[in-house]
T-cell receptor
Framework: EAQVTQNPRYLITVTGKKLTVTCSQNMNHEYMSWYRQDPGLGLRQIYYSMNVEVTDKGDVPEGYKVSRKEKRNFPLILESPSPNQTSLYFC??????????????FGSGTRLTVV | DAKTTQPPSMDCAEGRAANLPCNHSTISGNEYVYWYRQIHSQGPQYIIHGLKNNETNEMASLIITEDRKSSTLILPHATLRDTAVYYCIVGYSTLTFGKGTMLLVSP
C-alpha cells in the first residue's frame, strides 16, 4: 500500500532532550515536507526537500533540523525541544512533477508534547 | 500568508450538494488550485486539483472560473462522513495551507 509512515504517533518528552520523528514513504517521491499544526494557526510548513540532499526552510524552521540522505526517508530532528514545539506534526510527500500527480500524501501525524 | 480566502464554516444537509467557495485573486499562471480535507486530527487528504479546466473525480468536482480568480468545490451528495475542514490551496511545487472551511454535514 502506498503510504507515508510517521513514527512515533505520540511522544511526550522533556525540555532539552533531543528527539527525532521519522518519516518514510514507499512511493519513490522526490518531494517531502514537514508541517506542524496548532489550534487557530492551521498547517505551517517547517522544512521541505525537493530531492536527496536538497532541503530548504519553510515558514517556521526555527528549532528544527532535517536531513534527506535517502529518497524514502525525511526525519525531523529537534535538537533541544521546548514547550512551544508542542504540536501535531505531519509529514507529506509527492512526485515533483505536480501535473502528473495526485497532490500530497500525508502521514497520520505525530502528536508531540514537550514538558 | 495563505493566498486564498475561504469562509470559516458552512453547513450542509445530508444528501444535498455541498458547494465550498474559494477566492484566489492573486493566483499565478502556473499555479494549480488544490483541495484537501482534514477529518478531525487525521492527516489531510487530497481531494482534487486543477489548473484551468473543470475537473471531476470520484470524490468531488472542481469548478474554476475563467479568470481563475475563484473556484468551487462541489461534493454532490454530502454524507455525515464528509464533515471536515476543507482547504483550498494554490501553488506549484510547495503548498501553503490556510485555515480552511469547517463543513458540518447534518442529518
Amino acid at each position: 500500500e502506498a503510504q507515508v509512515t510517521q513514527n512515533p504517533r505520540y511522544l511526550i518528552t522533556v525540555t532539552g532532550k533531543k528527539l527525532t520523528v521519522t518519516c518514510s514513504q514507499n512511493m519513490n517521491h522526490e518531494y517531502m515536507s514537514w508541517y506542524r499544526q496548532d489550534p487557530g494557526l492551521g498547517l505551517r510548513q517547517i522544512y521541505y526537500s525537493m530531492n536527496v540532499e536538497v532541503t530548504d526552510k519553510g515558514d517556521v524552521p526555527e528549532g528544527y533540523k532535517v536531513s534527506r540522505k535517502e529518497k524514502r526517508n525525511f526525519p525531523l530532528i529537534l535538537e533541544s525541544p521546548s514547550p512551544n514545539q508542542t504540536s501535531l506534526y505531519f509529514c507529506a510527500s509527492s512526485p515533483f512533477v505536480v501535473d502528473l500527480n495526485y497532490g500530497y500524501t500525508f502521514g497520520s501525524g505525530t502528536r508531540l508534547t514537550v514538558v | 500568508d495563505a493566498k486564498t480566502t475561504q469562509p470559516p464554516s458552512m453547513d450542509c444537509a445530508e444528501g444535498r450538494a455541498a458547494n465550498l467557495p474559494c477566492n484566489h485573486s492573486t493566483i499565478s499562471g502556473n499555479e494549480y488550485v488544490y483541495w484537501y480535507r482534514q477529518i478531525h486530527s487525521q492527516g489531510p487528504q487530497y481531494i482534487i486539483h486543477g489548473l484551468k479546466n473543470n475537473e471531476t473525480n470520484e470524490m468531488a468536482s472542481l469548478i474554476i472560473t475563467e479568470d481563475r480568480k475563484s473556484s468551487t468545490l462541489i461534493l454532490p451528495h454530502a454524507t455525515l462522513r464528509d464533515t471536515a475542514v476543507y482547504y483550498c490551496i494554490v501553488g506549484y511545487s510547495t503548498l501553503t495551507f490556510g485555515k480552511g472551511t469547517m463543513l458540518l454535514v447534518s442529518p
